[in-house]
């Protein structure tokens, strides 16, 4: 089925581990995004991405890094877990050249932080 | 910078009951207008959009109507269920630059009462 591909659905790390939150979407679109969603903050964009070999920094990037080698893959790297970053993350994909696509999104990536 | 204000929730209401969540926008040029929904546990997906001033959205019996004159794009349903307890999310995309990017409302929580 197309759509965009979020693992792992659940992750327990420590603090100061890393890891690595996988996003992949098979509808060829060019804009990829990462979000992370907690309790009554919304969705605040962490990274993006508006084709392969281009990202850019959104609201929350501290701690993240990401990159773009392909227009299917968008792989979001955490460098050194904090308690602060259990929260549960999406990953989002659109077409780039018009105002009326909407996006569609991963189903979720519950990470917790101990 | 373009924005989304949404209606603080969480709204409850009974089944049957007819629904109205307010969302108003800020922006520039000629957006395209969206409602997402989130149910429990799940990702966001596109419940209706409108790309257009006057243009209505409609979707399992949804509606919202851009208003350019209001600068509004409330979503309506005649008679909630059970089913439709969620989170909804107002967006809207510019069509230049970095303005293609959705930005979101803070989202309202609906809970529907047997």
């Known amino acids: 089925n197309a759509g965009v591909t979020q693992t792992p659905k659940f992750q327990v790390l420590k603090t100061g581990q890393s890891m690595t939150l996988q996003c992949a979407q098979d509808?060829?679109?060019?804009?990829m995004s990462w979000y992370r969603q907690d309790p009554g903050m919304g969705l605040r964009l962490i990274h993006y991405?508006?084709?392969?070999?281009?990202?850019d920094q959104g609201e929350v990037p501290n701690g993240y890094n990401v990159s773009r080698s392909t227009t299917e893959d968008f792989p979001l790297r955490l460098l050194s877990a904090a308690p602060s970053q259990t929260s549960v993350y999406f990953c989002?994909?659109?077409?780039?050249?018009?105002?009326?696509?909407?996006?569609?999104f991963g189903s979720g990536t519950r990470l917790t932080v101990v | 910078g373009d924005s989304v204000t949404q209606m603080e929730g969480p709204v409850t209401l009974s089944e049957e009951a007819f629904l109205t969540i307010n969302c108003t926008y800020t922006?520039?040029?000629?957006?395209?207008l969206f409602w997402y929904v989130q149910y429990p546990g799940e990702g966001l997906q596109l419940l209706l959009k409108?790309?257009?001033a006057d243009d209505k959205g409609s979707n399992k019996g949804f509606e919202a109507t851009y208003r350019k004159e209001t600068t509004s794009f409330h979503l309506e349903k005649g008679s909630v269920q059970v089913s439709d307890s969620a989170v909804y999310f107002c967006?809207?995309?510019?069509?230049?630059?970095?303005?293609?990017?959705?930005?979101w409302g803070l989202g309202t929580s609906l809970a529907v009462n047997p």
């Open positions: 509808m060829n679109h060019e804009y």
């Open positions: 967006a809207l995309r510019g069509n230049a630059g970095n303005n293609r990017k959705l930005i």
């Open positions: 409108a790309t257009k």
């Open positions: 991405s508006v084709g392969a070999g281009i990202t």
């Open positions: 989002a994909s659109s077409y780039w050249g018009g105002s009326n696509y909407g996006y569609t």
């Open positions: 922006a520039t040029g000629y957006p395209s």
